[in-house]
């Protein structure tokens, strides 16, 4: 086993015991370049089947993707769903091993805002000309469960503007 392959295994390990996610794979970064190029229309096209569906939020849980393939049905799990990434999806820990940091001023419908270890969100579109204000789809909490709603950039200061390396024009 190489140096690689235990820290991945040990992040994965971490990842697993941390989120509560015991029986329930999680991607892992070798698995990154196993994505399927994506346009930014069907990303959001899958993002409003699991709307329409009003999948509900449980970190134990999953849900089927357009197709059958089976994802985790939180934020991770949605956005790693919508973007067609290695199915259950990895955790908001490892999104960024299939992303790119872009500015949010960049943001395009299918890019998505990530604060690894504690939450993500898919951006949909801006609602103004400022861009301070932006629509987004998330899974949410138990509680809310699915979202399409606007939201203001500033509440999301913390987190990164991710772009996945899969996503096409």
Not at 61 to 78: H, K, L, W
Not at 129 to 140: C, K, N, Y
Not at 155 to 169: F, K, L
Request: charge should be neutral; charged fraction near 15%; aromatic fraction near 10%.
């Amino acid at each position: 086993m190489t140096t690689i392959d235990r820290r991945e295994l040990v992040r994965g390990a971490f990842a697993t015991s941390f989120l509560g996610l015991a029986g329930a794979a999680v991607a892992m970064p070798s698995q990154a370049m196993a994505a399927p190029n994506v346009s930014r229309d069907t990303v959001i096209d899958r993002a409003w089947f699991w709307m329409n569906n009003n999948v509900q939020y449980d970190q134990q849980g999953t849900y089927p993707a357009p197709g059958g393939v089976r994802y985790r049905t939180d934020c991770s799990g949605f956005v790693s769903m919508c973007l067609m990434l290695p199915a259950p999806g990895p955790s908001t820990s490892y999104l960024n091993d299939y992303s790119s940091g872009i500015s949010k001023a960049n943001l395009k419908k299918g890019d998505f805002l990530n604060l690894p270890g504690v939450h993500c969100v898919l951006f949909q579109r801006w609602t103004n000309d400022a861009h301070t204000r932006f629509m987004l789809f998330e899974q949410s909490n138990p509680t809310s469960d699915m979202n399409h709603r606007e939201a203001a950039l500033s509440d999301y200061s913390s987190y990164g503007a991710r772009r996945a390396h899969n996503i096409i024009d």
